[in-house]
């Protein structure tokens, strides 16, 4: 099953990243890519360069970022993995890296499993 972690900040200090804290996000992508269940990861833009489209009452419309009540996200990896479980693990190995190397780093990780091509397959 894939799932895609979407990493959140909800309180960060004044200071950019440390070193030390990339080198041990890189160290973490690296085991998870021997491991062979990372897919694919990158950060995001701020949502100020982004725009959010909505369907509402039939109509469509473009509003650009910011957005007030957005927390910012700043990154995703997508994951190929065996349950929910192991997911939760390499989120949570993900957030103790950020504990451990950045202290008044607060976030949050929303992890959501990746629909695949055996959940719409016809009854047999």
């Known amino acids: 099953m894939r799932y895609v972690m979407m990493v959140r900040v909800t309180s ?16 973490l992508g690296g085991e998870a890519t021997k491991a062979g269940v990372l897919l694919d990861n990158a950060g995001l833009a701020p949502i100020s360069e982004g725009a959010r489209v909505e369907l509402t009452g039939g109509k469509l419309s473009v509003t650009d970022g910011p957005f007030a009540e957005a927390k910012e996200l700043i990154s995703y990896a997508l994951y190929q993995l065996g349950s929910k479980e192991e997911a939760i693990e390499w989120a949570s190995r993900f957030m103790k ?15 959501h499993r990746v629909f695949g091509p055996e959940d719409f397959a016809a009854p047999a």
């Open 97 to 111: 890296v950020h504990r451990d190397h950045w202290a008044g780093w607060e976030g949050e990780v929303d992890i």
């Open 12 to 27: 960060k200090p004044a200071t950019p990243p440390p070193a030390d804290l990339m080198e041990a996000i890189a160290k």
